[in-house]
């Protein structure tokens, strides 16, 4: 028996067959020639450091004052200026691998709607009706071929448009723009589903995302099967990220759970304000005198893959590839988040695997909220009775170093003019 799990419970249609011609195109190349050279340049490099013990370093220490943490005015402005400007993963397409499915989010306080239409495209909406903003339908996900506002009866189609109103006739005309859900800028890459939380707001997916969808594609998302999702409470956004840039930490907080099996270096390579993390240990060593024309692709994936501001991807051996995709979005104030795990397979699992995929996520439950998180609760505890002082990035944890500065840049970025040239210079950086 072949399994796969939906989080409305159902079990999921072939994901790889589910649209045939319908599907929505994927912009780029995810697989292409020129992305396959990459991986193999950064696998070399990295199996020369492995190999030497020596590993990039940052010209200096870096500092983030604690108020950056625990500032709720500070708090607000990261909301305002990142997570209701730049692109989010809001989804998967493992999430929504049948036609008339939908994920609905709220997402620095905004309610949206992430549905895959009748016609195989994902769109994303404001999950608001237009009669008097009453949200259409409860965080979670589900099937429904139309969507009925709770409190007037208001009626949308899976493209969104407004098919039903009651009493219409009594009712009075429409304006034009009130002629469905306000529709949110959305694109389907590498099997990840981005949008924008503000319907105002320019997209600017190609320049946001620098070229590192084209590396993601890699990964095989696109076909993948979600076989289990779960959520963990935690605190302040920013102290919860910086953990998941962090190898320097793995093998001494983690001791007795998966850290003796890992090394506490990495390189990061960045697409604009995203990041690779490659650790420097045995894994690459499996390419040691291999001719590198026989190098798997699968080989040369190794590491942590992130997308800014809030997104970690992750795999392990579990009977074959899992990989577990975790979204981080801030809570109702500076103190607090919660995290969305969604782990995925490239094909169809047996219950006997689905067994072993159900202790993993249990596993990694507990090592994330009783090792991570609450650590990160320590943390946060003293940065708030102490804000005179600050948290520290060594050269070598040059991911946190990026990520911070890429924080202060967006916040500074007073408007959108300011954000639009942040976008145009967006580079890519490949240490040696």
């Known amino acids: 028996m072949q399994l796969g799990r939906r989080p409305d419970g159902a079990k999921p249609s072939n994901a790889r067959g589910r649209l045939n011609s319908t599907v929505q195109p994927e912009m780029g190349s995810p697989t292409s020639v020129a992305s396959r050279e990459l991986l193999v340049k950064q696998a070399r490099r990295t199996l020369g450091h492995v190999r030497s013990g020596t590993m990039p370093l940052g010209d200096q220490i870096y500092e983030v004052p604690a108020s950056k943490y625990v500032d709720p005015a500070r708090w607000e402005l990261e909301i305002e200026r990142i997570f209701r400007r730049v692109p989010l993963v809001l989804g998967l397409a493992a999430e929504l691998s049948d036609l008339n499915t939908y994920r609905a989010l709220t997402v620095a306080g905004t309610p949206i709607l992430v549905i895959r239409a009748n016609d195989g495209v994902v769109r994303a909406f404001l999950n608001t009706c237009r009669h008097r903003g009453s949200r259409i339908v409860d965080d979670g996900h589900g099937t429904k071929r139309r969507f009925t ?61 620098c ?38 930490h793995i093998p001494y907080l983690h001791r007795d759970s998966f850290g003796p099996d890992w090394c506490n270096r990495g ?122 002082r600050s948290a520290l990035f060594g050269r070598n944890e040059i991911g946190g170093q990026r990520f911070h500065q890429w924080v202060d840049a967006l916040v500074e970025a007073d408007d959108m003019s300011g954000y639009r040239d942040l976008l145009s210079e967006m580079t890519t950086t490949f240490p040696e």
């Open 149 to 209: 506002c709770p409190y007037h009866a208001w009626t949308y189609s899976t493209e969104g448009k407004l098919v039903g109103v009651t009493d219409r006739s009594l009712f009075g005309e429409l304006a034009d723009d009130c002629a469905g859900l306000v529709e949110l800028p959305c694109t389907e890459r590498a099997g990840l589903i981005f949008s924008n939380v503000m319907p105002d707001v320019e997209p600017h997916f190609d320049e946001f995302l």
């Open 211 to 248: 070229g590192y969808d084209e590396m993601l594609g890699h990964l095989g998302l696109a076909d993948s099967y979600l076989v289990g999702q779960q959520s963990i409470p935690g605190p302040g956004w920013k102290i919860v990220y910086d953990g998941y840039l962090d190898l320097y």
């Open 267 to 388: 390189i990061y390579d960045a697409w604009g304000p995203h990041q690779r993390v490659s650790p420097l240990d045995h894994r690459f060593l499996q390419l040691d005198g291999v001719p590198e024309e026989e190098w798997e692709t699968d080989q040369l994936l190794g590491g942590l893959w992130t997308i800014f501001p809030n997104v970690s991807i992750a795999s392990f051996d579990c009977d074959g590839p899992l990989y577990m995709v975790s979204q981080l979005f801030p809570g109702n104030g500076p103190f607090e988040s919660v995290t969305t795990q969604s782990f995925l397979t490239k094909e169809p699992v047996d219950a006997n695997r689905m067994s072993l995929i159900e202790q993993r996520m249990e596993f990694l439950l507990g090592v994330v909220r009783d090792e991570d998180y609450r650590t990160c609760e320590g943390i946060q505890q003293s940065l708030r009775s102490n804000q005179a």
